[in-house]
């Protein structure tokens, strides 16, 4: 069974970071495009960065120059960087990777959420 497990999130003051991590496992043939959205209290869920398996990035606009999306496909892991945290980060933070398998083709999977706070 195909999992993504998240890890990380907390409460943090303003102008703190935090690191999310994002480990996939079970049985799959490989993992392409992997990235990470988040969803505020009453609002939709929006993606904050994204990384294509060569290494491509895409940022939200208001993350720029303060989050930063790596990841490692030796251990199937994306993470998140979170430098500069604002209040208006606060959200509930989800991994998002397609995932390839062969009977299946190829699929999003969403991890569980991990909650990041930041207080004023």
């Known amino acids: 069974q195909v999992q993504l497990v998240e890890s990380g999130g907390g409460l943090v003051q303003a102008g703190g970071s935090l690191r999310l991590s994002c480990a996939a496992s079970g049985r799959f043939f490989g993992l392409s495009r992997m990235g990470w959205y988040r969803q505020a209290p009453g609002k939709q869920r929006e993606l904050v960065a994204a990384t294509t398996r060569d290494g491509n990035r895409n940022y939200a606009d208001s993350v720029k120059g303060r989050f930063t999306i790596s990841r490692d496909n030796a251990k199937k892991t994306v993470y998140l960087q979170m430098n500069s945290l604002k209040p208006e980060d606060t959200a509930v933070y989800y991994c998002?990777?397609?995932?390839?398998?062969?009977?299946?083709?190829?699929?999003?999977?969403w991890g569980q959420g991990t909650q990041v706070t930041v207080s004023s």
């Open positions: 998002c990777a397609e995932i390839v398998e062969i009977s299946k083709g190829s699929s999003d999977y």
